[in-house]
């Protein structure tokens, strides 16, 4: 086993790396991202302490190299568990494996979801979601508007054209690199329609 302690914005894995070991943060969040071959990118999940990643997961359990990325969002602490450790622990832990398992239940939970909102809801109802779930206690969203593409599922100019329509209708405010977000009802009642 060996440490995992690095900063924000520190590459973990990309496509086609191999894996080298499971992962168990203590300390920070993890997003992996999926970036086709056009560069357009959307975000699959986040991993924080008590998270899998599945792409770490599938590494693991079928020998396969990353086909995402993952980035450390914030400051990273935990420890990385080489592969024949994990699959001893896998076979020999009842308590390690219940965990894992678990881990891999709620991470599928996620991946439902995002199917979900990407098929099942419209794009006003994705862009307000995910602006609430971003929104800072003050209502300040720091993200660009590739960000925003990546977390919805979309393309920046179709963001774009949605959030001059929300500040329009007095839900949000736009400055450079960030958004205040300036009526929540307004954009809680947009998250909950459906297509």
């Given at each position: 086993m060996s440490r995992l302690a690095c900063p924000a914005g520190t590459v973990l894995f990309r496509p086609g790396q191999d894996c080298p070991g499971y992962v168990k943060l203590t300390r920070g969040s993890i997003k992996v991202t999926l970036t086709s071959a056009s560069g357009r990118e959307v975000v699959l999940y986040r991993v924080g302490p008590g998270d899998i990643c599945l792409q770490t997961f599938a590494c693991l359990t079928e020998a396969r190299s990353y086909s995402a990325e993952g980035i450390a969002e914030t400051e990273l602490e935990g420890e990385v568990i080489p592969h024949a450790e994990f699959a001893r622990a896998m076979a020999d832990d009842s308590a390690f494996r219940a965990e894992v398992l678990s881990a891999v239940a709620r991470r599928f939970g996620d991946y439902e979801q995002l199917v979900e909102n990407?098929?099942?809801?419209?794009?006003?109802?994705?862009?307000?979601?995910?602006?609430?779930?971003?929104?800072?206690?003050?209502?300040?969203?720091?993200?660009?508007?590739?960000?925003?593409?990546?977390?919805?599922?979309?393309?920046?100019?179709?963001?774009?054209?949605?959030?001059?329509?929300?500040?329009?209708?007095?839900?949000?405010?736009?400055?450079?690199?960030?958004?205040?977000?300036?009526?929540?009802?307004?954009l809680e009642q947009i998250a909950a329609e459906e297509v």
């Open positions: 990407v098929a099942l809801t419209g794009f006003d109802a994705r862009l307000a979601r995910v602006l609430l779930k971003l929104g800072a206690a003050d209502g300040i969203v720091t993200m660009t508007h590739d960000g925003l593409a990546a977390e919805t599922a979309s393309g920046r100019a179709f963001v774009t054209r949605r959030l001059r329509v929300f500040a329009g209708m007095g839900l949000i405010s736009q400055a450079r690199g960030q958004l205040t977000l300036l009526d929540r009802a307004g």
